[in-house]
C-alpha cells in the first residue's frame, strides 16, 4: 500500500456564528483528528459581503487545502451558488459545485454529495440491494434529493432501481411511499413519515434532522426525523435512527472524498 507524503487537508469555511453550523463543524474537526486528516476550520463575521465571500473561497483554491467546504447555511444576503462558482470544482468534496453536479449527471468522475454517498454506503454495508427495487424519495433539495436519484439511477453495484421523487406538491404521499422497496425521507418536517405510509418490509432510511420542544429533555427539545421512528419501526424490514444513522455516515463520505481529491492531486491511483 501506498503511503501519502503528506496528510490530506481539509478546509471549512463559515461565514458568521451560526450555532447548529458550529455543533457540525466540531464534528468534523474531530473526524478529521480522529482519522489523520489535517482539518481547517476558517471562519469569515457575519458582516462578510459577497465579495468578501468569493474572494475568500478563491484564495482557498488557490491554496495548499485538498478539499473546501462552505458551511451552510449562509448569513442573508450572501448567495451560496455564486460563492461555490470560486471553488476549485477538484476541491469540492461536499460536490454541490455545478460541475460536479454536472459530472454525476453525466456519469463521470467526481464528487457525489456526501448524504446521498452515505446513504449508498448504508446500503451497502448492511448487504441491502438496490437493483430493480423501487426507491422513492420524499424531497428534491440539490443537497440530498435529486443527487440521491441520480445514483440510485446509475448503472453499478447499488444503483440500477426504479426511482420516483415525491415533493410538496406530490398527490398522494402516502400512497407512493406505500410503493416503496426503499423509502428515503429528507424533507425536513418532524415525523412526518407515518406507519401507514410505509409497505411492510420495506427499507426506510430517515435523512431528516429536526428540532422539537419536549420539556423532559434536558434542554427543553430532542432531536427527531422526517419518519416516526416508534410507529414506522415495526413494520420496516430496515430502518435507520435518528440521530446516529445517515448523519455519521455524511461525515465519513466527506473525509473519503478528501482523500480522494489528495490521491488525485499527488497523481496516486485511485482506491478501489
Avoid at 468534523?28 to 476558517?42: D, L, N, Q, Y
Avoid at 457525489?112 to 423501487?134: D, K, N, S, W
Wanted: contains cysteine.
Amino acid at each position: 500500500m501506498d503511503v501519502l507524503p503528506e496528510p490530506p487537508r481539509l478546509t471549512v469555511l463559515q461565514v458568521g456564528s451560526d450555532p447548529a453550523s458550529a455543533v457540525y463543524i466540531r464534528n468534523k474537526m474531530k473526524a478529521c483528528a480522529a482519522t489523520g486528516v489535517h482539518g481547517e476550520h476558517r471562519q469569515l463575521p457575519a458582516t462578510a459581503s459577497q465579495a468578501d465571500l468569493d474572494a475568500e473561497l478563491a484564495r482557498l483554491s488557490a491554496g495548499p487545502a485538498d478539499g473546501i467546504i462552505l458551511q451552510l447555511p449562509l448569513p442573508p444576503g450572501l448567495v451560496a451558488a455564486s460563492a461555490m462558482l470560486q471553488l476549485d470544482p477538484d476541491k469540492d468534496v461536499d460536490g454541490f459545485h455545478p460541475v460536479n453536479l454536472g459530472r454525476l449527471v453525466a456519469g463521470l468522475p467526481g464528487f457525489a454529495p456526501c448524504t446521498p454517498a452515505g446513504i449508498r454506503e448504508l446500503l451497502r454495508r448492511y448487504e441491502l440491494p438496490t437493483r430493480g427495487r423501487h426507491v422513492v424519495i420524499l424531497g428534491r433539495s440539490l443537497i440530498v434529493g435529486k443527487p440521491a436519484a441520480l445514483l440510485f439511477l446509475e448503472k453499478r453495484v447499488l444503483g440500477d432501481a426504479t426511482v420516483t421523487v415525491c415533493h410538496s406538491a406530490s398527490r398522494d404521499l402516502p400512497g407512493l411511499c406505500r410503493q416503496a422497496d426503499i423509502l428515503i425521507a429528507a424533507v425536513g418536517s418532524p415525523e412526518l413519515v407515518k406507519a401507514d405510509w410505509v409497505r411492510e418490509g420495506a427499507v426506510v432510511v430517515d435523512v431528516g434532522m429536526n428540532r422539537v420542544p419536549d420539556a423532559s429533555a434536558p434542554r427543553g427539545q430532542r432531536l427527531v426525523g422526517d419518519v416516526d421512528f416508534a410507529g414506522v419501526a415495526p413494520r420496516a424490514g430496515a430502518i435507520s435512527p435518528v440521530p446516529g444513522g445517515v448523519g455519521p455516515l455524511t461525515v465519513a463520505m466527506l473525509l473519503c472524498n478528501t482523500l480522494i481529491a489528495c490521491r488525485r492531486r499527488r497523481g496516486l491511483p485511485e482506491l478501489p
